[in-house]
């Protein structure tokens, strides 16, 4: 097994912006897009290189990508939650839209553009791991502008860091969930022997092209500095939670010289474990995790959550 991590981003090019594996490429977009803009071929636009590392900065590890029918694709593994990053996946899609058209063409000749951005954190309210947007009408939901789709896949709503093989196993129902097992749990599978859940050709190929994967002197050095980015952005919430807890028992002790210890400790907990569920709710937590970290109640949650 491989003891590279295929959510850092250059890895991830390294896989699938490459002329060898565009077939796992066109796997990883049809399991993401809809029937109707399932592919056949691919152009890559922007292939990985290696020397790109020299000069260029890191939005260089993009994926751009056209289909046979001139449909363009952004593929893009965010590390880290970064500020705005909502308005920069849109930027990205502007630009792909935009960029089609040369001088003196028609707008009619301009094509679908997707944008995909695989998150390496919780980004939305809610449960579901993957998301899609269009431009609808706000009543009726009637899709105005079909040119325009984001795809949001938040790899932390699909597997937790502790989930074994044998729970993963029980989740899968579709492409894209076998490609996030990969992006998620490669350290738990191998290729020459993977449960039928997971017994899929290109998930082999991609698990093999992992196992065998080297890096340049430069390229190690990029990867090992974004795996530690990575490593302190899954840290940093966690930690944030603790130190809630910790600032909510401080709070709680203050309030407690004036209303006594016990009585006061309790209400400063309070107040700060509902703060921290409010943030808990808002980067889509699961109610069972806020539950845990925050001793709330499901019924008290629930109440924050319907307020949102």
């Given at each position: 097994?491989?003891?590279?991590?295929?959510?850092?981003?250059i890895?991830?090019k390294?896989?699938?912006?490459?002329?060898?594996?565009?077939?796992?490429?066109?796997?990883l977009?049809?399991?993401?897009?809809?029937?109707?803009?399932?592919i056949?071929?691919?152009?890559?636009?922007?292939?990985?290189?290696?020397?790109?590392?020299?000069?260029?900065?890191l939005?260089?590890?993009d994926?751009?990508?056209?289909?046979?029918?001139?449909?363009?694709?952004?593929?893009?593994?965010?590390?880290?939650?970064?500020?705005?990053?909502?308005?920069?996946?849109?930027?990205?899609w502007a630009?792909?839209?935009?960029?089609?058209?040369?001088?003196?063409?028609?707008?009619?000749?301009?094509?679908?553009?997707?944008?995909?951005?695989?998150?390496?954190f919780?980004?939305?309210?809610?449960?579901?791991?993957h998301?899609?947007f269009?431009i609808?009408?706000?009543?009726s939901?009637?899709?105005?502008?079909?040119?325009?789709?984001?795809?949001?896949?938040?790899?932390?709503?699909?597997?937790?860091?502790?989930?074994?093989?044998?729970?993963?196993?029980?989740k899968?129902?579709?492409?894209?969930?076998i490609?996030?097992?990969f992006?998620?749990?490669?350290?738990?599978?191998?290729?020459?022997?993977?449960?039928?859940?997971?017994?899929?050709?290109?998930?082999?190929?991609?698990?093999?092209?992992?196992?065998?994967?080297?890096?340049?002197?430069?390229?190690?050095?990029?990867?090992?500095?974004?795996?530690?980015?990575?490593?302190?952005?899954?840290?940093?919430?966690e930690?944030?939670?603790?130190?809630?807890?910790?600032?909510?028992?401080?709070?709680?002790?203050?309030?407690?010289?004036?209303?006594?210890?016990?009585?006061?400790?309790?209400?400063?907990?309070k107040?700060?474990?509902?703060?921290?569920?409010?943030?808990m709710l808002?980067k889509?937590?699961?109610?069972?995790?806020?539950?845990?970290?925050?001793?709330?109640?499901k019924d008290?949650?629930?109440?924050l959550?319907?307020?949102?």
């Amino acid at each position: 097994m491989s003891n590279i991590n295929p959510r850092v981003d250059i890895a991830f090019k390294k896989i699938f912006g490459v002329e060898e594996n565009k077939d796992l490429t066109i796997s990883l977009i049809n399991s993401i897009v809809s029937e109707e803009d399932q592919i056949t071929e691919l152009t890559l636009l922007n292939p990985y290189n290696p020397k790109n590392f020299r000069t260029d900065k890191l939005s260089i590890l993009d994926i751009k990508a056209q289909g046979a029918t001139g449909k363009k694709f952004n593929i893009e593994i965010q590390i880290t939650d970064e500020a705005d990053y909502d308005k920069r996946a849109l930027y990205y899609w502007a630009k792909l839209y935009t960029e089609q058209l040369k001088s003196g063409e028609e707008y009619s000749s301009l094509s679908k553009a997707i944008g995909i951005h695989i998150l390496n954190f919780t980004s939305l309210s809610g449960t579901k791991y993957h998301n899609v947007f269009h431009i609808t009408e706000k009543e009726s939901n009637l899709v105005y502008f079909k040119d325009l789709e984001l795809h949001t896949i938040e790899l932390s709503k699909f597997a937790t860091k502790d989930q074994n093989l044998q729970d993963l196993v029980k989740k899968i129902t579709t492409s894209l969930d076998i490609w996030c097992s990969f992006l998620t749990k490669h350290n738990l599978l191998n290729p020459d022997n993977l449960p039928k859940e997971l017994n899929n050709r290109d998930l082999k190929k991609a698990l093999n092209v992992l196992n065998i994967m080297n890096f340049s002197e430069e390229e190690r050095s990029a990867y090992d500095d974004h795996l530690k980015w990575m490593m302190i952005e899954a840290n940093t919430l966690e930690k944030r939670y603790r130190d809630g807890i910790e600032e909510g028992r401080a709070e709680g002790e203050k309030i407690g010289e004036e209303k006594g210890k016990i009585e006061g400790l309790k209400e400063g907990e309070k107040v700060k474990a509902i703060e921290i569920a409010r943030k808990m709710l808002k980067k889509g937590l699961d109610i069972d995790d806020i539950i845990d970290i925050t001793g709330l109640t499901k019924d008290e949650i629930e109440s924050l959550k319907s307020q949102k």
